[in-house]
């Protein structure tokens, strides 16, 4: 087992923040592979991972995506295809199935890559320890967040592995940068912060979202799209609507991402337990979520903890004022009493009463959700986040040997 302490360092970034002029490209196209566990649709990273990696410049960027599990769907190799990137599948079965990366290795050492970008835990460890063996000159590890409570390997991990072998650590909060240096003890030099963004949400296809889930024309609607994890805590919105419900009882609540029964099954029986079984309306993963949000009156989100949660990109590209906890870099996004309200995190009371201030006021509910559009529209664009990225590829190879000797 490699000691994270005898790996060798990498060359670091000398600033933690974002240069605003562009780094002058070099002369041929970067050679840039991507490094995801997974390609689910579903999840938010993985989203994010395929878009940044479609949308980088074909002119200045030869593209790959390595996912070194599975691939849920065939519809993101197609999108990949289209878009000129390469897609290599690993197809590790467990953490033990070491010998899978081979394939990797060999891609980046044959193809001498310019730039890794990892993302998330399990790749951002692998990622930096093998681009480090086959000498990548640049790898970028991104982190998607998480609590930064418990998990002291974790915390090791990301400190004495990603953040010396790595050329730099992307948060995509203000908060969770922070908490790599308060919480982690990696030096606030090796972190950037680069918030997330989303492509233009599509038309809503005229699909009833209402009539499928039998909620009537006339009730009010509160809409949820989150994959069902402890972190979303969805049983809060379950008893925020148990007091909703007292005083609007046509109020309803519309959780959508379940992938199976057995995740759905624990709110149903939370919300046949609180009287509220016909309030609370669950629903599985969808492909049409503008017209799940076009159903919607207001948007919610309940985590315990959250990055830059692209669902949340996603109600205020809608239109739809927002409800959310005041987590991680959802402050970065929301602006309370503007945007939408902010509460404190497991306090279904406090998220009942900013819910109900909105039912009971259309005129805010359009003024909020217009703000929200126009705030997302201004400042969380996938193109502009795509753009920082390109910056930072061309700003670390320019600081490497071979960007400076190619120069």
């Known amino acids: 087992m490699l000691s994270a302490m005898a790996l060798p360092s990498r060359e670091h970034v000398a600033s933690g923040t974002m240069r605003r002029?562009?780094?002058?490209?070099?002369?041929?196209?970067?050679?840039?592979?991507?490094?995801?566990?997974?390609?689910?649709?579903?999840?938010?990273?993985?989203?994010?991972?395929?878009?940044?990696?479609r949308r980088l410049d074909p002119?200045?960027?030869?593209?790959?995506?390595?996912?070194?599990?599975?691939?849920?769907?065939?519809?993101?190799?197609?999108?990949?295809?289209?878009?000129?990137?390469?897609?290599?599948?690993?197809?590790?079965?467990?953490?033990?199935?070491?010998?899978?990366?081979?394939?990797?290795?060999?891609?980046?050492?044959?193809?001498?890559?310019?730039?890794?970008?990892?993302?998330?835990?399990?790749?951002?460890?692998w990622g930096s320890v093998l681009g480090t063996l086959v000498r990548v000159p640049v790898i970028v590890a991104h982190e998607h967040t998480w609590s930064y409570e418990g998990q002291p390997f974790r915390r090791f991990a990301d400190r004495e592995v990603v953040s010396r072998l790595a050329s730099t650590f992307i948060a995509v909060s203000q908060e969770d940068r922070r908490k790599m240096t308060e919480v982690e003890g990696i030096p606030r030099a090796r972190t950037r912060f680069i918030p997330n963004g989303i492509p233009s949400l599509p038309q809503p296809r005229g699909h009833d979202i209402?009539?499928?889930?039998?909620?009537?024309?006339?009730?009010?609607?509160?809409?949820?799209?989150?994959?069902?994890?402890?972190?979303?805590?969805?049983?809060?919105?379950?008893?925020?609507?148990?007091?909703?419900?007292?005083?609007?009882?046509?109020?309803?609540?519309?959780?959508?991402?379940?992938?199976?029964?057995?995740?759905?099954?624990?709110?149903?029986?939370?919300?046949?337990?609180?009287?509220?079984?016909?309030?609370?309306?669950?629903?599985?993963?969808?492909?049409?979520?503008?017209?799940?949000l076009a159903a919607a009156d207001v948007a919610l989100l309940s985590s315990d903890f959250e990055g830059s949660p692209l669902s949340v990109m996603e109600y205020m590209a809608a239109g739809k004022p927002v409800v959310a906890t005041n987590v991680g870099g959802v402050p970065d996004l929301v602006r309370d009493g503007i945007d939408g309200y902010l509460v404190e995190p497991r306090n279904p009371s406090a998220l009942a009463r900013a819910v109900s201030t909105l039912l009971a006021n259309r005129e805010l509910r359009i003024r909020m959700g217009e703000s929200a559009r126009g705030r997302q529209r201004d400042e969380f664009d996938i193109d502009v986040t795509v753009r920082r990225i390109e910056e930072l590829y061309h700003e670390l190879f320019a600081r490497t040997r071979r960007g400076r000797a190619e120069a």
Request: aromatic share 4%.
């Open 21 to 53: 002029t562009m780094t002058r490209p070099p002369v041929r196209k970067l050679r840039v592979v991507t490094l995801v566990d997974g390609l689910q649709a579903q999840g938010g990273a993985e989203r994010f991972a395929i878009e940044v990696t």
């Open 59 to 125: 002119e200045l960027f030869d593209r790959t995506l390595c996912v070194s599990r599975q691939v849920e769907s065939a519809l993101e190799e197609d999108e990949l295809r289209e878009a000129g990137v390469r897609l290599m599948v690993l197809e590790r079965v467990s953490r033990k199935d070491v010998w899978s990366w081979r394939r990797l290795l060999a891609l980046l050492w044959r193809e001498r890559v310019d730039v890794l970008h990892t993302h998330k835990f399990g790749s951002n460890v």
């Open 210 to 292: 209402r009539a499928e889930f039998g909620i009537s024309r006339d009730a009010l609607v509160g809409v949820c799209v989150a994959l069902f994890r402890p972190q979303k805590a969805l049983d809060v919105l379950v008893e925020a609507t148990a007091l909703i419900a007292s005083e609007v009882p046509s109020f309803r609540l519309l959780l959508v991402g379940a992938a199976s029964v057995a995740e759905a099954e624990p709110l149903r029986a939370l919300a046949r337990k609180r009287g509220v079984e016909e309030n609370v309306v669950v629903g599985g993963v969808r492909s049409d979520v503008a017209d799940v």
